[in-house]
């Protein structure tokens, strides 16, 4: 990755969390590719968008419907489990604390890199 190209990625938020909202330190930010490399998301400046730790964290290896299950889950409190056991436990009759999350670039009216 070219100084130049992490520059291009940092504009697009003027260095803001690409989900969560909150400022990035310029010398800490990561990229995340927002369509997942394993569901053939490019390596390049159109795929990669600003994130802070904890959210690329979080959304690891997953799609952007899995992050905002995962942190509307823990803005609500919930404990950490996988949405495997979530799901199982809620075909079990277990009712989770759940709130719709809002990604930074949705409220900012961002358009997300898309699949071509
Ligand atoms: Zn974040």
């Given at each position: 990755?070219?100084?130049?190209?992490?520059?291009?990625?940092?504009?697009?938020?003027?260095?803001i969390?690409?989900?969560?909202?909150?400022?990035?330190?310029?010398?800490?930010?990561?990229?995340?590719?927002?369509?997942?490399?394993?569901?053939?998301?490019?390596?390049?400046?159109?795929?990669?968008?600003?994130?802070?730790?904890?959210?690329?964290?979080?959304?690891?290896?997953?799609?952007?419907?899995?992050?905002?299950f995962?942190?509307?889950?823990?803005?609500?409190?919930?404990?950490?489990?996988?949405?495997?056991?979530?799901?199982?436990?809620?075909?079990?009759?277990?009712?989770?604390?759940?709130?719709?999350?809002?990604?930074?670039?949705?409220?900012?009216?961002?358009?997300?890199?898309?699949?071509?």
């Amino acid at each position: 990755m070219k100084i130049a190209d992490g520059i291009i990625c940092w504009e697009k938020t003027n260095g803001i969390c690409f989900y969560c909202g909150i400022k990035l330190d310029p010398g800490t930010f990561t990229l995340d590719h927002f369509i997942p490399r394993s569901s053939g998301g490019s390596n390049t400046t159109e795929n990669l968008v600003p994130c802070c730790k904890s959210c690329n964290s979080v959304k690891g290896t997953g799609d952007i419907d899995r992050l905002r299950f995962n942190l509307g889950r823990r803005k609500a409190g919930a404990p950490a489990f996988s949405k495997v056991q979530v799901d199982w436990l809620t075909s079990k009759g277990v009712v989770f604390p759940m709130e719709t999350f809002v990604f930074f670039y949705e409220s900012a009216g961002i358009v997300p890199p898309s699949a071509h």
